[in-house]
């Protein structure tokens, strides 16, 4: 099973930058895809951002052009780069790691995001 650290959170304000980080261990992290996911209070986990080992990626409508996800396999670690945030980015921030439809890590604390003046 994959572990995972997610680490960079905190507090910003509106129109403020974060870059989220993902440290992965227990697999070959170059052939697994990999992805942040969020969960704001009372709203189920969403996909935010997710790289392919090949290096696609794939955004929500809600944060293109304003996050961008990338990894580097000599670290084993994937990121998520975050500008122009908004309040409604608030939530608590997850990666994990997929490979043929399935996850393969288990869903860590998280890292907490929160955009508020």
């Known amino acids: 099973q994959v572990q995972l650290v997610e680490s960079g959170g905190g507090l910003v304000q509106p129109g403020g930058s974060l870059r989220l980080s993902c440290a992965a261990s227990?697999?070959?992290?170059?052939?697994?895809?990999m992805g942040w996911y969020r969960q704001a209070p009372g709203k189920q986990r969403d996909t935010v951002a997710h790289?392919?080992?090949?290096?696609?990626?794939n955004y929500a409508d809600s944060v293109k052009g304003r996050f961008t996800i990338s990894r580097d396999n000599a670290k084993n670690t994937v990121y998520l780069q975050m500008n122009s945030l908004k309040p409604e980015d608030t939530a608590v921030y997850y990666c994990?790691?997929?490979?043929?439809?399935?996850?393969?890590?288990?869903w860590g604390q998280g890292t907490q995001v929160t955009v508020s003046s």
């Open positions: 994990n790691a997929d490979l043929d439809g399935m996850f393969l890590g288990s």
């Open positions: 227990g697999s070959i992290f170059s052939i697994n895809n």
């Open positions: 790289i392919t080992s090949g290096g696609s990626t």
